[in-house]
């Protein structure tokens, strides 16, 4: 990314060359554990080398100016820093004046307005997060800018907050997480729960992770989001009659078989087992993946998938033809990633089968969907910081 260009373009539309600033949040992918932030369970996703970056300059009144290269028709966007209201007219900067606002409500002194121009080489309507990436990138500049003494795992909790409560997005913690506290060549193996975090290596020399996007608009992703948690919830409540846990991603395997009888509901209980199954698989997904066994890592990958579209009933033909394909043409694993209905694949390849990966994989999906698959060639990336 060309920052020279940016700073013109800051001072084309803003008339300032002073005291700019430069941040970067990566968008994610989660590799396996979906679904299970929710439920209490592990999700093992990683930060993306593409992602968000934000100019920032610091004024001298309450003005809060904000535009975006991406959505360049909605021009500037201005707000006053002390009187932050969500309004669907302004469209993505509600997530830059949600963290301002959920920042100042912590109790952290933000006193002057800002001027930023945001740009991000996140795919739109991949499901890559790129929401959580501008929520850090704004997070990490006003750390910067007001010297706030905060930490990254706080700003990751008030950028979830903020998502939840200013943007009324009920998401889990996992894609700021990923967008704060990624590392280079690692995924994190997080605990939702408990937010009990640690870092597993992937060699960047041998395999690259690529993500392909169905180029479906996810339109049904957030009525069925809703839903599968509901369903989640009810059947948790079931097992509570006569278990002591709190969440579904407190159980086994074994213990879920034994009280599975608990949940009346047929649907509910093929969406426990997804959640229960899914987090186990994760934590052994990830004990292979230590132990240098990257095939057991790929084959835990293809069972998720398998899970998702069988028990969570979140893939569709576009995903599944997708996966499909790269299980045909030499994936070390594959499935879908994100919420569903739509959006992105994951699948590890070798770096010496991308190529022909690609070019086999994008023509069994044009011929059977009838349009394109985009493909994105990902390297793994640090979390967000100052540039």
Known sequence: MNNDSLVKDFMNIFKED????????????NLIGEHTDYNGGHVFPCALNFGTYALVRKREDSKFRMVSKNFGNLGIIEADINSLT????DDWANYPKGIIKTFKDAGYLIDKGLEVLFFGNIPNGAGLSSSASIELVMSIAIRSLFSLNIDMIEMVKLSQKSENEFNGVNCGIMDQFACGMGRKDHAILL?????????????????SIIIANTNKRRSLADSKYNERRSQCENALK????KLKITCLGDLSEEEFEKNKYLIQNEIERKRAKHAVYENQRTIKAVKALKEGNIELFGKFMNESHISLRD???VTGIELDTLVEAAW??????SRMT???????????VRNSEIEKFIKKVGEKYEKEIGHKGDFYVASIGDGARQV
């Open 86 to 89: 969500y309004s669907e007219e």
């Open 338 to 348: 994100g919420a569903g209905f739509g959006g992105c694949t994951v699948s590890l």
């Open 191 to 207: 605990d939702t729960n408990t937010l009990d975090y640690e870092y597993a290596p992937i060699k960047s020399d041998e395999i």
């Open 328 to 333: 045909e043409s030499g994936a070390i694993g």
């Open 18 to 29: 002073e005291g700019i600033y430069t941040f970067f949040a990566p968008g994610r992918v």
């Open 311 to 313: 028990d969570y009933e």
């Open 238 to 241: 079931a097992l509570q009659k």
